[in-house]
């Protein structure tokens, strides 16, 4: 059940970041002038954007915490997949609504034409490969997830002879040469009175 909801908040984080930023690339698009697009902005009830990477940040704390469940449920050996079809859903199902009821706080109306106006299709066109990109980073972070918690799930047995290879003492000849590279340590020179 843990990993299910863990799964679920990674998705929706994902998702919902990516139609943001899909939602502002929108806008770019359809008003490439900074003043047409903050004239289009006021117009149609985007003033709470100026918040957005509040929003984005919210989400990246979420999808890092629902990171962190998976790889704990991962580590107990109960995990749940993702699906490429929820991203698919979310992130247009988002646009949709966020873009009827900014106009509907705005207006007090609700914006039956929204739908047919050009930032909508724009915006939901750009929802896809936004969502996409979404869906593979979370894969990406999972598999992360997955092969450091499978680092960490390995026999301490098996870690101390891998440490053990990395960390080898130096050795000395008779003089205080490093006998490994030929060269005299640091310090006065060796006397030999033999």
């Known amino acids: ?22 939602h502002v690339l929108t806008y770019r ?3 490439p002038n900074a ?16 918040n957005l990477p509040l929003a984005l940040a919210l989400c990246t704390v979420v999808a890092l915490l629902a990171l962190l ?16 079809w929820h991203f698919a859903l979310i992130a247009p199902l988002v646009f949709c609504c966020q873009e009827h009821f900014e106009r509907l706080i705005h ?3 609700f914006p039956w034409d929204a739908a047919l106006q050009r930032t909508f299709v724009v915006g939901l066109v750009l929802q896809l490969p936004f969502a996409l990109a979404a869906f ?10 997955a092969a450091v918690t499978a680092l960490l799930r390995r026999p301490s047995r098996q ?15 008779a003089r205080g040469r490093i006998a490994a590279g030929g060269f005299a340590p640091r310090g ?7």
């Open 1 to 22: 059940m843990r990993a299910r909801l863990f799964a679920w908040l990674l998705t929706v984080s994902l998702a919902v970041a990516g139609s943001q930023v899909a």
């Open 29 to 31: 698009l359809v008003a």
């Open 35 to 50: 003043d047409q697009r903050a004239h289009l902005l006021a117009d149609t009830g985007h003033a709470y954007m100026a």
């Open 69 to 84: 469940g998976q790889a704990r449920g991962a580590r107990a050996g109960r995990t749940s997949g993702l699906a490429a």
């Open 107 to 109: 207006d007090g109306t």
């Open 136 to 145: 593979l980073l979370a894969r990406l972070l999972l598999r992360a997830a």
């Open 159 to 173: 870690l101390l002879p891998l440490l053990l290879a990395a960390y080898r003492p130096v050795e000395r000849d």
């Open 188 to 194: 006065p020179p060796v006397l030999c009175l033999a």
